[in-house]
């Protein structure tokens, strides 16, 4: 079972930088794009940058110039680093991969998988 842990988030004031973390784990084999999802109150989740396994990368344009997202293979791990950071910038962020997995008696399963998610509070 694929499990994306991730870490970074709180509180900061506007024009402030945070940096997420999110490590993926679990009978992974493989994954393809991995990306950033956030979800505010009363709107729906929303992504706002993906990253293939070569490296490339697109962004949601409200992010786009502010927030990078980049990748660590070795590690499983995906990053987003964030700044200058508005008040709207606040919500619950997650991250999300497409993993193939190997089970313990070699099935393998591809599937989409999701962090618990982190929040982000931009003060004004």
């Known amino acids: 079972q694929v499990q994306l842990v991730e870490s970074g988030g709180g509180l900061v004031q506007a024009g402030g930088s945070l940096r997420l973390s999110c490590a993926a784990s679990g009978g992974i084999v493989s994954i393809n794009a991995m990306g950033w999802y956030r979800q505010a109150p009363g709107k729906q989740r929303e992504l706002l940058a993906a990253i293939t396994s070569g490296g490339s990368t697109n962004y949601a344009d409200s992010v786009k110039g502010r927030f990078t997202i980049s990748r660590d293979n070795a590690k499983n791990t995906v990053y987003l680093q964030m700044n200058s950071l508005k008040p709207e910038d606040t919500a619950v962020y997650y991250c999300?991969?497409?993993?193939?997995?190997?089970?313990?008696?070699?099935?393998?399963?591809?599937?989409?998988?999701w962090g618990q998610g982190t929040q982000v509070t931009v003060s004004s």
């Open positions: 999300n991969c497409h993993a193939r997995t190997r089970t313990w008696n070699d099935v393998y399963r591809s599937g989409d998988y």
